[in-house]
């Protein structure tokens, strides 16, 4: 079966900090994607971003970044320059087999003025 | 519509009475997803439709809980004889065909059992 983890439950930082989500997932498919989604106060669903796991190379998209590496079957995504409108909810999420997505816990980001 | 659309977007029912809520996916996407998001915390799977296949069911907490997708397109999520701890929102995703393609969330509604 597949797991997602995401450690920190909650982080909190100031504005213009960098600030880093940790995702380990586990599963035993050679074939499989990965993504994050952003959930903020207003409660819908944002995707981010989606990797398959043949493709290793990190991508940055604006502030946002992302570093997957399967040696350690993680999934981190690391914010830079934070602003007060990055504050929510991110769940890291996994599709091993069909599309159902299994997502890891969330982590509560709050960014501070 | 554009997105996913979910009704009503909040809910409130006596314990005991029989609850449907509404998703409307993306036109032309065929998978169709039901979650289940509890007061802080992760995303509980549910239910899953793909085309004409027969769905995934494996997430539903109880024969309470049942789901249809009619024409391949709506889907009405169903829970009899509700109770205190169905109480979350309840979140409708689709996608279009094909393995690890990115789903698109509706807004959610919010059941509360009292």
Not at chain 1, 79 to 103: E, K, P, R
Not at chain 2, 45 to 70: H, V
Request: hydrophobic share 30%; charged share 20%; glycine share 8%.
């Amino acid at each position: 079966a597949q797991k997602v983890t995401q450690a920190q439950t909650e982080i909190s930082v100031v504005e213009k900090e960098d600030v880093t989500l940790d995702c380990v997932y586990e599963t035993r498919d050679t074939t499989y994607y990965l993504f994050w989604y952003k959930q903020p106060p207003s409660g819908e669903l944002v995707f981010l971003i989606r990797r398959n796991s043949f493709d290793e190379q990190n991508e940055i998209s604006g502030r946002y970044s992302w570093n997957f590496q399967k040696s350690t079957s993680s999934f981190n995504f690391t914010i830079t320059a934070s602003q007060v409108v990055d504050s929510a909810v991110y769940f890291c999420a996994l599709i091993v087999t069909g599309n159902m997505l299994t997502f890891g816990g969330g982590t509560r980001l709050m960014v501070k003025p | 519509g554009a997105g996913v659309s979910q009704s009503p977007s909040n809910k409130v029912t006596e314990k005991g009475k029989d609850v449907e809520l509404r998703c409307d996916p993306i036109s032309g996407h065929t998978a169709l997803y039901w979650y289940r998001q509890s007061l802080g915390q992760g995303l509980e799977f549910l239910i899953y439709f793909q085309g004409n296949s027969a769905p995934d069911k494996s997430g539903l907490p109880s024969d309470r809980f049942s789901a249809e997708r009619t024409g391949g397109s709506v889907s009405t999520l169903t829970i009899q004889r509700t109770q205190q701890e169905d109480s979350a929102v309840y979140l409708c995703a689709s996608s279009v065909r094909g393995r690890g393609t990115e789903a698109f969330f509706g807004q959610g509604t919010r059941l509360t059992v009292v």
